[in-house]
């Protein structure tokens, strides 16, 4: 009866399907086979390809950075949005042919004392002009991907529509801001000096004197998600990693017959560029990045999201290779987080006692009343 009733949320969340018992239906990009009796089976076929060299490409790129360009970090110390029990910074630096921002924020308590690390990372849009997670007990970070400052709530959003159009100018794509350079090269792409940047203030943040180097965690949706996995990827340095809804999965799947995760670069180019897509986006996809991530894991994965595709996260989380990972799959919830999902998630990273399957399912519970199925990572 459970499964059913998930099956049954899918249905009703989901583009118009075929009916029917013991048929294999098609949920967006699911291969759902209902049958008499409390099982169901769900795949989403075809591994994604990984270039021969994607390691040694990213070591290359890591160590040419850190040899050509100086961090060249300033931070600005902001008294009104610091705190009796924190003081807030921005910061900005340099990464591959340009800068990034983001906000740090530090515990006002002895210089003696070691706090945990917090790094967030946003999901994509014209957000994050200031960062509200600070907090007493650890030092907090949020990073954005904009190619520019975001000052404040207004010149982020009048930024964010430049960014966009001055990308989609030079590049000739349509579609999301992500999609920049995808067709040009490995080195023309939006994510390249943005992962290259989280890597290395990520590194600069490690190497704090303050810093509790048994509890550095990393935490993101969407676009975050997809980073979050690209830092624990490249950087062995966190502890635990907390990953929903992500991005960039499966990038070449709407050639496959599935339906890609944002930003569907073959949906944003003409076909004549396909060649070169095919070439670089493998580079890129969150699949290849979550084969290598080691770090205890917890995400989520909503069955109606219409962003970022079932079939790619499922892809995203089926490749993790950590071996302490727990994976919730919610059915009836889109791109839009239950926020019982979110608060679980910044809760466990956050503690330094939970066990990576501990605490879920409560709080999953009262959201996904459709089921409360829970699985761990591989399966529906």
Not at 104 to 113: F, M, Y
Not at 148 to 167: H, N, Q, T, V, W
Not at 204 to 226: C, E, L, P
Not at 264 to 280: E, T
Request: include cysteine.
């Amino acid at each position: 009866m459970k499964i059913l009733l998930c099956a049954l949320m899918c249905v009703l969340c989901s583009p118009p399907l075929l009916a029917g018992t013991n048929e294999a239906l098609r949920v967006g990009t699911y291969n759902i086979r209902f049958a008499s009796g409390d099982r169901s089976d769900a795949s989403a076929s075809n591994d994604v390809a990984c270039p021969e060299d994607f390691d040694a490409f990213w070591r290359n790129a890591v160590d040419r950075l850190e040899d050509s360009t100086p961090l060249d970090l300033k931070m600005e110390h902001v008294p009104s949005l610091s705190r009796k029990s924190y003081d807030y910074f921005r910061i900005n630096f340099a990464t591959a042919g340009r800068r990034m921002w983001g906000f740090l924020t530090v515990p006002t308590g002895s210089t003696k004392a070691r706090y945990p690390v917090h790094v967030y990372v946003p999901g994509a849009g014209p957000y994050h002009s200031k960062w509200w997670g600070g907090c007493g007990d650890a030092i907090t970070m949020l990073v954005n991907v904009l190619d520019f400052d975001p000052c404040c709530e207004e010149g982020i959003k009048k930024g964010y529509e430049a960014m966009c159009s001055r990308l989609q100018r030079v590049f000739s794509f349509h579609g999301a801001f992500g999609l920049a350079g995808m067709a040009e090269s490995r080195e023309a792409t939006f994510y390249y000096s943005v992962i290259l940047g989280m890597n290395r203030i990520a590194n600069w943040a490690w190497n704090r004197k303050d810093v509790d180097r048994d509890h550095f965690t990393v935490i993101g949706g969407s676009q975050g998600g997809y980073l979050a996995l690209a830092l624990m990827a490249m950087n062995g340095k966190f502890t635990r990693g907390a990953v929903y809804v992500p991005a960039m999965g499966d990038l070449l799947g709407d050639e496959e017959g599935r339906v890609s995760g944002w930003p569907r670069p073959l949906k944003g180019y003409p076909n004549d560029r396909w060649d070169a897509i095919r070439r670089i986006a493998p580079y890129f996809d969150a699949v290849n990045f979550a084969s290598r991530v080691k770090t205890p894991l917890r995400g989520a994965r909503g069955l109606a999201d219409g962003v970022c595709s079932p079939s790619s996260t499922k892809l995203i989380f089926d490749a993790v290779a950590s071996k302490e990972k727990y994976v919730i799959d919610c059915p009836g919830m889109t791109h839009k987080v239950f926020p019982e999902i979110e608060a679980d998630l910044n809760a466990w990273v956050r503690s330094r006692t939970l066990r990576v399957d501990e605490s879920a399912k409560s709080a999953a519970g009262k959201s996904v009343k459709a089921s409360g199925e829970f699985h761990e990572a591989g399966g529906l």
